[in-house]
């Protein structure tokens, strides 16, 4: 299934970071019988939805505590019945395109987005789009007030629109106007939220030795951010793969840059990760030598009268911290902790050893907790999961054979009394 088209098109109208502040509107009509709705409209107030509405709860609703407070129950009435409106519009749309390119089945859509941007020095600029199956159609352009077909299929539309120059008119009008009008009303509305400004927390990590290094940041507002690497002092561009900045559900946003290079190269050179974001004073820098590799952690035992040993492996740096609870309390009592070795590939290993009795463990619950600075949080082991070892299992499994050939035995001799033959008096008495 294609990615919708707008999700292609942000990058193409080229959201300039200079722009103080933005608005815009997405709609999208799918072909019906899919599990999704038929139709979608959304409004995103620098980047972050504010309204939405789609064709199953056919209502426009706020997303956006600000937004719910300011706007009244009028103004949500009005736009409901416009995005109905809207919704009509863009189903007959999608019935003549599909028309128009020949298509009588299968799943289709039609798109589009629109808005504004307002910059610091009160530049404005606006952008009106379409695209059908998840490709440019045919857009706007603000400065001729013409339209340009991005399809040989749109040349019919084009040439319609040119010749309606009222239309062109109404356009450009809402975009420099209307819009930005819009954009500010709402800009105020949510000052506070919109230009607070959150650090992010940062942190570098693998899954392990060999594993490529990512420079991960959240939690922080606004939403631009930028993710760089240097190599000896020397940006470098080679072998990195910047993600998708990405919602948390506090409002805040995360981002994460992911960095592939072999060991040897990471113990031969100076790698560092940049961070610089609009909340911070300064950039911040990571350097890979401090990456973090997760543990690998794991409970077991050599039999069931044996000590419990909560083991783990496999991270860096150094520095682990692995403790034991009784019911949820904190315990120190019968617990050894082993020296912390290291591995072949430059990793480490560390164990903790609980003697406990069978009894005990049966009747407490047991865990151990493993703390890492790899770890967004602690790692939590359930001594109730613990590996059983191969002299316990030799000892169930003698236990079900014997039980089992009881149970044949038992019903062996139930069947021979069974098909004894029933006693019978002599004839004639």
Request: aromatic fraction near 10%.
């Amino acid at each position: 299934m294609k990615k919708f088209w707008w999700l292609f098109l942000v990058s193409a109208v080229d959201l300039a970071s200079s722009a103080s502040h933005s608005l815009q509107y997405h709609y999208t009509a799918v072909t019906p019988g899919l599990h999704s709705p038929e139709f979608i409209s959304e409004g995103l107030l620098d980047g972050e939805q504010v309204v939405y509405y789609d064709g199953n709860i056919r209502k426009k609703i706020p997303k956006t505590e600000w937004m719910e407070k300011n706007e009244r129950e009028d103004y949500w009435k009005t736009e409901t019945e416009t995005s109905q409106h809207h919704q009509e519009e863009f189903r007959h749309d999608l019935i003549n395109l599909m028309k128009r390119f020949n298509q009588t089945g299968g799943f289709h859509t039609v798109q589009q987005m629109y808005g504004c941007e307002l910059d610091t020095d009160g530049a404005i600029r606006g952008h009106w789009l379409y695209g059908y199956d998840g490709e440019d159609f045919i857009s706007f352009d603000l400065n001729t007030e013409t339209w340009t077909a991005a399809h040989p299929k749109a040349v019919i539309t084009k040439r319609r629109w040119d010749s309606q120059k009222v239309y062109a008119a109404q356009v450009k009008a809402y975009l420099l106007n209307e819009c930005t009008a819009w954009l500010q009303k709402y800009v105020e509305y949510g000052r506070s939220s919109l230009e607070r400004k959150v650090r992010p927390e940062a942190s570098l990590f693998q899954k392990d030795s060999s594993s490529p290094v990512v420079c991960h940041a959240t939690g922080f507002f606004p939403k631009a951010v930028n993710i760089s690497w240097q190599k000896n002092g020397e940006d470098l561009h080679e072998d990195v793969e910047l993600r998708e900045t990405l919602p948390n559900q506090d409002g805040t946003f995360q981002k994460r840059s992911v960095l592939t290079v072999s060991p040897e190269e990471l113990d031969r050179h100076n790698y560092t990760c940049i961070i610089q974001h609009s909340s911070l004073e300064k950039e911040m820098v990571l350097h890979v030598s401090r990456r973090r590799v997760r543990p690998e952690a794991s409970l077991f035992q050599k039999d069931s009268s044996s000590p419990v040993v909560c083991h783990a492996t496999g991270f860096f740096p150094k520095a682990v911290n692995i403790s034991w609870q009784k019911n949820g309390e904190d315990l120190h009592e019968d617990v050894e902790f082993r020296e912390t070795l290291p591995n072949q590939d430059g990793t480490f290993q560390k164990r903790s050893v609980l003697t406990v009795s069978p009894e005990e463990l049966n009747r407490h619950n047991y865990t151990c907790i493993i703390q890492h600075s790899s770890l967004e949080k602690e790692m939590v082991l359930y001594v109730s999961r613990r590996r059983v070892s191969g002299g316990d299992w030799i000892g169930i499994i003698v236990g079900a054979v014997v039980t089992a050939l009881l149970i044949i035995v038992v019903i062996v001799v139930w069947m021979k009394k069974k098909h004894q033959p029933a006693y019978q008096a002599p004839a004639g008495v």
